[in-house]
C-alpha cells in the first residue's frame, strides 16, 4: 500500500475521532521516526507519552520477542511467572505504602478503577476534580475530565463529580463535604496546558485530605516513569496519595493502565468487583520488566531532569526572540510552550521540517519527547521551532498589513 491508499483507508474504516496529521509512520527508533517516505523525524510526542524509553527499546523488543514464543494470553485467574515479576518491580518503584495493584488496559481504565475504589473504600459517592483536568474519555473518566467540548455531548455523565478551581487548596477545602470520597488530580496538568502547580499546593491538599478523611488520588498517567525528573511526577513536592493512576510508557509501549493504591484501600475491592480480560496478560508484563529495568539501569529520571532543564533553558532563549510565545512552562522533560495564537500552524510547520509536537489546548505547543532524547537533538528541534515561529509571525504581521 502507498501513502495516499493508507491515508485513504484509514479515513474511510476508522472511526473519525481522531485528529490526524498527514504523515504514515511506519518505523521508529529511540527518539527518531521515519515515514514511509524514509524521511526522518524527531518525536517530540513520544506517541502522546507512551515511548519514553524511546522506539523499540532493545531490551523490549527481545523481551515480547521471547515471551510471544512462551505464553502470550494468561487470564488473572490464574497465576503467572512475568506477571507476578511486573507487579514485583513495580511495587519496588512506587512511593512507599502503594503498594496493591489493579492492571488494565488503558489511562482511562486506571482511572475508573480509582473512582470505583474511592466509593467502595469510603461508601461515599463524591469525587472532587480539578477545572482543566484531563483524566480520559471512558464515561467515569470523562465525568472527572474538565472540558465540555468532550464532556456535554455524552451528558448525563457519572453523578457527583465535581470540578473546582485549581491552585488553590482552600477551593477544595470549601468543597468537601459529608458525601465526598476522594479529591482526584493530575500532579501537572498534561492536556489542560502543562500546567505546573505552585509549591506548597499538593502538600495543602494532602493535609486537607487527611484533616477531613478523604482520599486523594493522583492521576500520574502522563507525569509517571521519570517524565519530570522524578519516577513519580508527586515526588517533585515529597507529597504521597493513598491511589495513583499509572499507564502509557509502563508496558514499553504496549497497552496498559495499573491502578495502584494502599494496601487497605484496594482491599476494599472484593471477588468480582472489578475486572478486565487482559488483566496483566504476560505479553504486556514481561514488556513492562523490561521498561522498569531500562527506566532504571539507564537512569532515565536523572537525564529528563538535566535534559528538561537545557531543553526549558533553550525554549525560554526562543521566547526572548519570539513575541508568539507568551510562556514557557513544565518540569523534567514534561514541556509546554504557550502561544498568543492557534498553535495547529506551528504544528504542522513543524512536522514539515523533521520535527513531531503536540498540543495541549488550542495555544500551547506540548512537547514530550522520550526522556533518551539527546542534546544534540534538542538543539536540532530548537533551531527549527526558531524557523518556524518565525515563519508564523512573518506570516502574521503580512496578514495584518493593510493593503
Ligand atoms: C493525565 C491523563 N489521564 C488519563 C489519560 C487517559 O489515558 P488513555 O488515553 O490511555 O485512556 C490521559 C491521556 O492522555 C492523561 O494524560
Known amino acids: 500500500m502507498n501513502e495516499k491508499e493508507i491515508m485513504n483507508i484509514e479515513s474511510r474504516y476508522m472511526a473519525n475521532v481522531f485528529s490526524k496529521k498527514p504523515v504514515v509512520l511506519t518505523k521508529g527508533k529511540g527518539t527518531l521516526v521515519w515515514d ?167 502538600k495543602e491538599v494532602r493535609e486537607i485530605c487527611d484533616e477531613k478523611n478523604v482520599l486523594l488520588m493522583f492521576d500520574e498517567v502522563q507525569t509517571s516513569f521519570g517524565r519530570t525528573g522524578k519516577l513519580f511526577g508527586c515526588q517533585n513536592w515529597n507529597v504521597t496519595p493513598d491511589v495513583m493512576c499509572l499507564a502509557k510508557p509502563f508496558a514499553g509501549g504496549l497497552p496498559i493502565g495499573i491502578t495502584v493504591a494502599k494496601e487497605n484501600v484496594m482491599s476494599s475491592l472484593k471477588l468480582g468487583e472489578h475486572s478486565t480480560t487482559f488483566s496483566g496478560s504476560p505479553l504486556v508484563c514481561a514488556a513492562g520488566c523490561a521498561a522498569i529495568d531500562a527506566l532504571l539501569e539507564e537512569k532515565l529520571a536523572d537525564k529528563a531532569a538535566v535534559n528538561g532543564k537545557y531543553f526549558k533553558s533553550q525554549l525560554e532563549g526562543l521566547q526572548a526572540k519570539h513575541k508568539i510565545i507568551k510562556e514557557v512552562r513544565g518540569l523534567g522533560l514534561m514541556l509546554g510552550v504557550e502561544l498568543r495564537y492557534d498553535v495547529l500552524g506551528v504544528i504542522l510547520k513543524a512536522l514539515g521540517k523533521g520535527v513531531l509536537v503536540l498540543d495541549a489546548g488550542r495555544t500551547v505547543v506540548r512537547l514530550l519527547p522520550p526522556l533518551v532524547i539527546e542534546k544534540t537533538q534538542i538543539d536540532k528541534v530548537i533551531a527549527v521551532l526558531d524557523t518556524v515561529l518565525g515563519e508564523e509571525e512573518n506570516e502574521r504581521a503580512s496578514s495584518t498589513v493593510p493593503n
Open 36 to 202: 514511509i517516505n524514509g524521511k526522518e523525524y524527531i518525536d517530540c510526542t513520544s506517541s502522546y507519552g507512551v515511548a519514553l524509553l524511546g522506539h523499540c527499546h532493545p531490551k523490549v523488543v527481545a523481551a515480547v520477542q521471547a515471551q510471544a514464543e512462551q505464553l502470550i494470553s494468561c487470564h488473572s485467574g490464574f497465576y503467572n511467572d512475568k506477571r507476578a515479576e511486573f507487579i514485583q518491580k513495580l511495587v519496588q518503584i512506587t512511593p512507599k505504602g502503594l503498594d496493591k495493584a489493579f492492571l488494565s488496559n488503558s489511562g482511562a481504565e486506571s482511572v475508573e478503577c480509582a473512582i470505583k475504589l474511592a466509593r467502595k473504600y469510603t461508601g461515599k459517592p463524591e469525587i472532587i476534580a480539578l477545572m482543566g483536568a484531563f483524566h480520559g474519555k471512558t464515561m467515569g473518566a470523562l465525568s472527572a475530565t474538565w472540558d465540555k467540548k468532550y464532556r456535554e455531548p455524552f451528558m448525563p455523565l457519572v453523578p457527583e463529580i465535581k470540578h473546582v478551581a485549581p491552585d488553590n487548596a482552600e477551593k477544595i477545602r470549601e468543597a468537601i463535604t459529608d458525601k465526598t470520597a476522594a479529591v482526584l488530580m493530575e500532579p501537572i496538568r498534561g492536556e489542560g496546558g502543562v500546567r505546573v502547580p505552585p509549591d506548597g499546593y499538593l
